[in-house]
């Protein structure tokens, strides 16, 4: 991989966590001025509130109405969704377990009262609300992302079944889609100004907690996602492989990591997937479906860090991590995750999508910490997404072709050599 293409590819990042850091220091020796400048952080999450919901519905239900899958495409498009589905599932209890005993936030930042989920509400009442709202109208608020979500889906089906991915509605939402990547891109090219005014402004208010819980966060993902490539990949691949899963594993990982590293993107390591992918001798629907699937669905690294963003802010606003919450943050996680990563700007909105569930009275606060922590982490958490999209794709061709499919492969590899 060129120099230059690395650097291209982490450019923007490194200019995001410059104007952050920039506004730390500005912040720390000028508080009066950081504070002053507050309002310039402001217009950009006011953008974002006004393009969240046209986003998420048009690149959900575009995505669904642009599915082709039939037969044994359908087989393994719902074994490799639910794979993505358990993997985030278990990688989010396993951060939330690890934070419960080595917290990111020691002490509270602000004494702004913490807002508990459901404080008012029912059990049954905080289902409803999570997957529904009262009408369409309340579809159109940022406080509704999941019932959004669910709309969105449940459309993205009804246009599929009605004209397909060829329908006039299907390329309505796909084109609006399009236009929608397009308005992100816009108001990203404003984002580190917002987010140096936005630190400038924290920094003057809350000192120097944040850099000593950023740290302590830094300290538990990083060494965690080097110990899940290490032994999460492994069982994945006995598992959909059998006893030479792990060591062809091994011998093939290596490359699409490299790649996902210095391109901090999933999409950008499809090719390379697939070229381990057929040199490992898996099928090639398998491949086709599993890792294109993968680079925008596959996020168990994304889905440590929503777990991590959660009970960091969780800190910052002094509220404990109590066990009974493990089934919303694992559901929140892999909805944010999984659902939201192909979505353009799906980073955002995934902190929008917590802020409207966990803090939706503390968000000017909250969403702010939620992007630093997203860029401190999206290296490490891009290998793992992109990376374990080719390990994914063994435990796929244990359900579709059989246990033991990599041993045929072998001995067919062997036999071909020795003729």
């Known amino acids: 991989m060129e120099k230059s293409s690395v650097m291209k590819n982490y450019r923007f990042l490194a200019i995001m966590l410059g104007a952050m850091i920039l506004g730390c220091i500005v912040g720390w020796f000028a508080p009066s001025f950081g504070m002053a400048i507050k309002p310039l952080g402001t217009i950009f999450i006011n953008m974002m509130f006004c393009v969240v919901v046209p986003l998420v519905f048009a690149s959900i239900s575009s995505s669904i109405a642009g599915m082709r899958s039939r037969g044994r495409a359908g087989k393994i498009m719902g074994t490799t969704v639910g794979t993505f589905v358990v993997t985030g599932a278990v990688a989010a209890v396993i951060m939330f377990i690890i934070l419960k005993i080595f917290p990111p936030v020691l002490a509270p930042w602000t004494d702004l009262p913490s807002e508990e989920m459901g404080e008012y509400a029912s059990l049954s009442d905080m289902i409803v609300n999570f997957f529904t709202a009262n009408d369409f109208v309340g579809l159109l608020s940022r406080r509704a992302m999941l019932p959004l979500i669910v709309f969105s889906v449940l459309f993205g089906f009804a246009t599929n079944l009605a004209g397909g991915p060829d329908g ?50 830094m300290v538990v993902y990083y060494p965690l996602c080097l110990i899940y490539i290490f032994t999460a990949f492994p069982l994945f691949a006995w598992f959909g492989g059998g006893k030479h899963g792990i060591k062809t594993m091994f011998q093939h990982i290596t490359r699409p990591a490299v790649v996902s590293l210095g391109t901090c993107s999933s999409v950008a390591t499809i090719p390379t ?109 891009t290998m793992i997404n992109a990376a374990g999209d080719y390990v994914v794709s063994y435990i796929v061709s244990r359900f579709v072709d059989g246990k033991d499919w990599l041993e045929k492969v072998l001995t067919k590899k062997k036999e071909e050599a020795a003729a």
């Open 168 to 217: 006039a509605v299907a390329k309505f939402l796909s084109d609006l889609s399009e236009v929608m990547l397009k308005f992100v891109k816009i108001i990203t090219y404003y984002a580190p100004i917002a987010f140096f005014a936005i630190f400038a402004d924290l920094v003057a208010n809350y000192g120097s907690a944040i850099t000593e819980s950023y740290a302590r966060a």
């Open 273 to 381: 997937n697939l070229e381990v992918a057929e040199e490992t001798g898996i099928n090639k629907d398998v491949a086709e479906m599993v890792i294109p699937l993968g680079a925008t669905m596959h996020m168990d690294g994304s889905c440590f860090s929503c777990v991590l963003k959660i009970i960091f802010v969780w800190g910052v606003f002094g509220q404990p991590v109590e066990w009974s919450s493990l089934p919303l943050i694992v559901l929140v996680a892999v909805l944010s995750s999984v659902g939201m990563s192909g979505v353009p700007g799906g980073g955002y909105i995934g902190e929008y999508i917590i802020c409207s569930i966990f803090f939706p009275t503390q968000i000017e606060v909250a969403f702010p910490i939620l992007v630093m922590i997203g860029n401190l982490v999206d290296p490490p958490a």
